[in-house]
């Protein structure tokens, strides 16, 4: 797919991503705004996600996207949505369900597609990886775009050590890094360093850790009371599922923080052999074999108790498969 082609006539452009925005989400929107904008001078392009994390301030013109969204649902020509599928656009979803052509661009595996035009790439690393590849005219990509877009792919590879790293991914880099931004500082400053706060509440999640299913499997939850006690946001709390999933022997690491009363975010990793995209497909969410996520209701007991009944499941259906 070329985008300057899907978009071709198009006077006004729309971009969206998920909702609690990661990296990847924020690399892929903020490259392909910066990337139209320079394309289609002529054209309106507006940008549209939940207020990033203040680590990716250091992307260009980070502070054109719009964080509170108009009552009245404007109808953009193009929408174009990114790193996920309609329902987890937040409020941007009315922009692209009214839009006159709706673009969807992601590599989440759970994800079917729900644009006029879809492209979902399942074996890519990032969606930044595919915004990159979208862009036909490589000479307009200046230090810039290649700087969010990177930083969008060290996002979702865990700076390249996931098995979602190809040498597709690679190339990408390299051609990204000649660019000429600091790659390391860059590195260290949106993916490695966290704020003394993040660092306690994942000390404390670890130490919270429950380890089950003969040590299978790790589950660790933050209540709301202690994310007040913080003044933690969402996104403080990224890393923390990796760190456990980092237990040797641990094939799946469940890590969940409270939303209300019985409602948590469950995020889900696994080693290899759990599919956890399935398992958060199965509860109304989505993701990748080796990261998912999804929103439960329930007591923090109910919830493990659901979970682990799939991960057992399929651990016992590969033993079989082994057997056999
Ligand atoms: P997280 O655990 O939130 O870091 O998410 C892991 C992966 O699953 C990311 O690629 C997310 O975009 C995806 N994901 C998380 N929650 C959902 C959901 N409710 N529906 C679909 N995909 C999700
Ligand atoms: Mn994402
Ligand atoms: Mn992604």
């Given at each position: 797919m070329n985008i300057l082609e899907e978009i071709k006539g198009a006077s006004t452009i729309g971009i969206g991503g998920h909702l609690r925005p990661d990296g990847d989400c924020i690399g892929a929107s903020m490259g392909l705004y910066l990337y139209l904008i320079k394309a289609c001078p002529e054209a309106k392009v507006e940008i549209f996600l939940e207020k990033p994390a203040d680590?990716?301030?250091?992307?260009?013109?980070?502070?054109?996207?719009?964080?509170d969204f108009a009552t009245e649902v404007e109808q953009f020509d193009v929408f174009i949505a990114l790193d996920?599928?309609?329902?987890?656009?937040?409020?941007?979803r009315g922009y692209f369900e009214h839009a006159k052509k709706r673009i969807n661009i992601d590599h989440h595996v759970s994800n079917s597609g729900c644009g006029d035009v879809d492209h979902i790439r399942?074996?890519?690393?990032s969606t930044s990886e595919l915004v990159y590849e979208m862009?036909?005219?490589?000479?307009?990509?200046d230090e810039e775009i290649a700087k969010a877009l990177y930083i969008g792919i060290i996002h979702d590879t865990g700076v390249f050590q996931?098995?979602?790293?190809?040498p597709a991914t690679l190339k990408i880099a390299a051609e990204l890094v000649a660019y000429g931004f600091d790659f390391s500082k860059l590195i260290e400053e949106t993916f490695y360093e966290k704020t003394y706060v993040q660092t306690q509440i994942l000390g404390r999640a670890l130490l919270e850790s429950i380890l089950f299913m003969n040590g299978k499997c790790v589950v660790s939850m933050v209540d709301k009371k202690t994310m007040k006690f913080y003044k933690a946001?969402?996104?403080?709390?990224?890393?923390i599922v990796s760190q456990l999933r980092?237990?040797?022997?641990?094939e799946c690491a469940i890590f969940m923080y409270q939303l209300d009363t019985l409602e948590y975010k469950v995020s889900l990793r696994s080693?290899?052999?759990?599919?956890v995209a399935k398992i958060a497909s199965f509860f109304g969410g989505g993701g990748h074999k080796r990261a998912a996520g999804v929103t439960m209701q329930g007591t923090f007991h109910d919830i493990v108790n659901n979970l682990s009944a799939h991960i057992d499941a399929q651990l016992k259906e590969i033993g079989k498969q082994a057997e056999d």
């Open positions: 680590v990716f301030s250091c992307i260009s013109k980070i502070d054109q996207i719009h964080t996920t599928s309609k329902e987890r656009l937040g409020e941007a399942p074996k890519a690393s862009i036909g005219d490589k000479s307009l990509i996931y098995s979602n790293t190809s946001q969402p996104y403080d709390l990224e890393g980092n237990i040797k022997e641990v080693g290899g052999k759990v599919d």
